[in-house]
């Protein structure tokens, strides 16, 4: 989701203001409004090969992507819930620019205060702990029958783990055997 949605909202496009409308108010973007913004950027990369992280969400989601592309392959990362919780839960953000900081993982140099500026770092209403589980089980309910219909169609793979480390070698090696070299300088 990460470049085609930035792109949307950063180039003013009708439907990126609308996403940004509701992101503002922290808010979750509907279900109707991802799948348009998706879409209409997918729409414009139909011959290239792309890598999407969040999308699809939800069956409608699902089946949206389903009229534009035939996927080769899903990957669901099987994370336990308290580990989710815990990270998310972890998150705090310098407002004026989004640089986002994890207290366990990548810290700011000082707590509480922004790398860059020394201004302070907030805590999303939505990286609370109480939230962060509201979340996590409302997507659990609505990933669900993506997840099985990837399943049944045999283009699912699933990992499993606390420690990106650990499960992105396995990740990687089944991207490696899955995507096209990139051609090298002097094959071009």
Not at 15 to 39: C, F, N, S, W
Not at 110 to 123: A, I, K, N, S
Not at 152 to 157: D, T, V
């Amino acid at each position: 989701m990460g470049i085609a949605y930035l792109g949307a909202v950063q180039y003013n496009r009708e439907v990126g203001v609308l996403a940004k409308q509701y992101l503002e108010r922290g808010l979750l973007v509907p279900d109707h409004v991802i799948t348009r913004m998706m879409m209409t950027e997918l729409e414009k990369r139909r011959e290239q090969h792309w890598l999407l992280d969040g999308f699809p969400r939800t069956l409608g989601q699902a089946e949206a992507l389903d009229r534009i592309c035939e996927l080769d392959l899903v990957i669901s990362l099987n994370i336990p819930f308290e580990t989710l919780k815990d990270r998310l839960s972890a998150r705090w953000v310098h407002p004026a620019s989004g640089r986002v900081y994890n207290m366990d993982f990548n810290p700011p140099h000082v707590r509480g205060v922004d790398d860059l500026t020394g201004e302070p770092l907030v805590q999303s209403e939505d990286d609370r702990p109480e939230a962060v589980a509201a979340r996590l089980r409302k997507y659990k309910d609505a990933a669900k029958p993506v997840i099985e219909m990837y399943k049944s169609r045999g283009i699912l793979h699933s990992f499993s783990g606390t420690e990106t480390n650990k499960i992105w070698p396995y990740v990687y090696t089944l991207l490696s055997s899955k995507i096209p070299p990139i051609l090298s300088d002097e094959e071009n």
